[in-house]
């Protein structure tokens, strides 16, 4: 069983940056491939960013390629989604969730754990 806790969502200005944080419990972190989705008002939940069990493979949505940075710290149990230059359309509650056995998993159903979301709100 995983537990996961996302922090530093808020509202920040078009262009600005946000640092997202999820905390993970248990003992076996590094076992588990992470990612990040988020989901805006009236919209399906979307896929973002995944970064794999060994810290060396990360694969970006084109909606975010190059602006957003996901990493994680095997140590600390926790993985971070670095966002810059955001834009309004950015805007929506941002999700992290483990999968045990994916390869760079992009589909959320195949996600076996998930945070209880953060709001990210950027304003134009």
């Not at 999820?22 to 939940?45: D, N, V």
């Not at 149990?77 to 483990?98: G, H």
């Not at 999968?99 to 209880?116: F, I, K, M, P, T």
Request: glycine share 10%; net charge positive; with cysteine.
């Amino acid at each position: 069983q995983v537990q996961l806790v996302e922090s530093g969502g808020g509202l920040v200005q078009a262009g600005h940056s946000l640092r997202l944080s999820c905390a993970a419990s248990g003992r076996t972190f590094s076992s588990y491939e992470m990612g990040w989705f988020r989901q805006a008002p009236g919209k399906e939940r979307e896929f973002v960013a995944v970064i794999g069990r060994n810290t060396l493979s990360a694969y970006y949505a084109d909606s975010v390629k190059g602006r957003f940075t996901i990493s994680r710290d095997n140590a600390k149990n926790t993985v971070y989604l670095q966002m810059n230059s955001l834009k309004p359309e950015d805007t929506a509650v941002y999700y992290c969730a483990a999968n045990r056995w994916g390869s760079l998993e992009v589909l959320a159903h195949g996600y076996d754990y998930w945070g209880q979301g953060t709001q990210v709100t950027v304003s134009s």
